[in-house]
């Protein structure tokens, strides 16, 4: 039954949104919302220990880290019974960069970004942009959407984001996108 279940997620199961919905309907997190991105090659432990809302972003690489596995050694060292175990809880609407770390015990808010590599050691409030390690506090998710939609609004292909009514992929607009991004940042071909 293992081999049938890796191979359908090795084949089948191709970016991180059906990985998402296969985690949530196999019920191994102690709650996890709608809309959720989880990349395989996160690395998520503890999934019974973690909780997250409704569009939550888990990206490649990531860690999220219900427990200190040095107590292993440290219990060797002393012949001791030690364990050190908190739970991860991450509201809706989080997106965590490549590689970011969650460390036992920490509460993300909702509507927050983790930056790429971040180390989160201390709860993240609300609507807030963390990144660094450790993960310190960059601005509000209001101002960064602001920087965003500027920036957005200055790009020559700012149309082209616009076909649709959501941000969907479209095969033949994405070819217009990355023809007119190549010629913004590097010019015409030669």
């Known amino acids: 039954m293992k081999l049938l279940e890796n191979l359908y997620l090795r084949f089948c199961v191709k970016s991180g949104f059906p990985y998402g919905a296969y985690l949530k309907d196999k019920g191994t997190f102690y709650a996890i919302g709608d ?31 219900c427990h200190d596995a040095s107590v292993i050694m ?16 991450i509201g809706s609407n989080v997106f965590l960069g490549n590689n970011a770390i969650v460390l036992p015990g920490i509460t993300i808010g909702t509507g927050c970004i983790i930056g790429a590599g971040a180390v989160v050691t ?3 409030p609300d609507n807030s942009v963390h990144a660094g390690n450790p993960a310190r506090f960059i601005c509000t998710l209001d101002d960064y959407v602001k920087r965003i939609q500027q920036a957005t609004q ?19 607009n994405e070819q217009l996108l990355r023809a007119a991004r190549i010629r913004h940042f590097f010019g015409e071909r030669q």
């Open 35 to 65: 809309n959720c991105y989880i990349a395989k090659s996160a690395n998520i432990p503890d999934q019974y220990l973690t909780s997250m809302g409704s569009n939550v972003w888990v990206t490649s690489g990531c860690q999220l880290l």
């Open 74 to 89: 440290l219990n060797i060292m002393h012949r001791g019974h030690y364990d050190r175990v908190a739970p991860i809880r």
């Open 122 to 124: 201390k709860d993240i």
């Open 154 to 172: 200055a790009y020559p292909w700012h149309s082209l984001l616009q076909k649709h009514a959501l941000h969907v992929y479209d095969p033949h």
